[in-house]
């Protein structure tokens, strides 16, 4: 009976010393556990009393025998280094994997860019920016595109005879011309009632409805005009415009009438049209009425550019309505005063611009307008004075600006040769 309990009892005491080996172990293992998970979410352990923690221990064994001081800090400073080093590869590596398996839009790219690059993108844009706008102003001093094999070009002198018998010897290098005073006097045509394209003389009558709304007192000169993002669509010749820019009303006239800037003349027309574009041309299209010229010239834009670059018919105009059109124009005092101006500057003299009208004082050329497209050639519409009488020439369709401009001095030259001034008329001598 001895001997059995007796073995009993070393059973059992057998079986409690696994037991409680065991629990101590299953305790341990789930200690290490809490303590690694706790390390990797980045959470500080509460070890008891009488454990120090692990990383404790290491910044002691590594300073033992070490003076506290430069020495140390630095090491530590360059253990922070390294482990942000660390970390960002890390995430590099994440995000690399994370985008070979699902690549996101563009759109989405530039959303998810870190701040600082994004920065660093913002001032290269910037610095970008200012670059084009540097060589931009720059070319604005620039003539039109020259072409010297056409410009030197031999073209047939034709013989053309006005009404009162004066021989007008022109090259055919151009589709129509007239010549008037101020009264509406014709002295000589040539092809004046076909419809052509009118490219930027079409600005003319975009410049008259303005300064419309500024003699009426609804607008002014010295208005700010914001730039809204329609205008920065339209090429050709421009100035550096950016959406949200502030201009002076003033400034944007100047643009277009100087250097017939079509960025410039749309900024006008949402301003004036409230908006819209399309409520300014109706308002142009309602002066023509006015004029008595709804059949001589049809107007679709306040620029003139071409179908294919509006996606609205072409403007076109006779020869004459341009001539008709003049004499209006040159009523607005201030305008022509504009667009006899050769050279100036605009927006705080950080844009220079000249114009586009290289006749501007030479036999007392005065204005009024250029055009050019590649449909509509060169066009040109100019006032002069012409023994102290005031004169109106207008050109369609040269070749080039220098063959359009030299039929002007062409036709300069016969008035000054063949006619004068008797009684406030221009007659033959």
Known sequence: MYKKLKKIFLVITILGALFTNTYTNEIKEVQLIDDFSAELLGEASNPGPAQKPPVKQEEQEATEGKNVGEEQTDKQE???????????????????????????????????????????????????????????DKN????????????????????????????????????????????????????????????????????????????????SL?????????????????????????????????????????????????????????????????????????????????AGLPTRVTKQPMDEGTARGIYKLSIEALKYKKYIEIAGIKSTKIYNGKISIRNRNHLIGENGVYGIKTGFHKEAKYNIAVASKFEDTDIIIVVMGGETYKTRDGIVLSVLDILNNNYTVKNGLIKRK
Do not use: C
């Not at 690549?103 to 910037?126: D, H, M």
């Not at 000589?188 to 009558?205: E, G, H, I, N, R």
């Not at 004036?272 to 049809?298: C, D, H, P, T, W």
């Open 78 to 136: 360059d253990e922070i280094v390294e482990n942000k080093d660390e970390n960002q590869q890390k995430e590099e590596t994440v995000n690399s994997e994370e985008n070979s398996e699902n690549i996101p839009k563009k759109s989405e790219v530039k959303e998810e860019k870190p701040k600082e690059n994004l920065g660093k993108i913002e001032k290269i844009t910037e610095k970008n920016e200012k670059v084009k706008e540097i060589k931009e």
């Open 140 to 219: 604005l001093a620039l003539e039109e595109v020259e072409n010297p094999e056409k410009d030197q070009q031999k073209y047939e002198m034709i013989k053309y005879y006005s009404a009162d018998g004066v021989e007008w010897e022109l090259p055919g290098n151009f589709r129509a011309v007239i010549v008037g005073d101020t009264k509406g006097n014709v002295i000589f045509a040539k092809d004046a009632d076909t419809m052509y394209p009118l490219a930027s003389v079409t600005k003319m009558m975009s410049l008259m409805v303005t300064f419309d709304e500024i003699n009426a007192g609804k607008i």
């Open 222 to 302: 010295n208005d700010s005009v914001r730039i809204s993002k329609n205008p920065l669509k339209y090429g050709g010749s421009g100035i550096p415009l950016k959406a949200g820019q502030m201009f002076v009303l003033e400034d944007l006239i100047k643009a277009s009438a100087v250097y017939s800037a079509n960025n410039a003349t749309y900024a006008i027309a949402e301003y004036v049209g409230n908006g819209s574009v399309f409520s300014f041309v109706a308002k142009m299209n309602k002066k023509l009425k006015e004029y008595g010229l709804q059949n001589e010239i049809k107007y679709h834009t306040p």
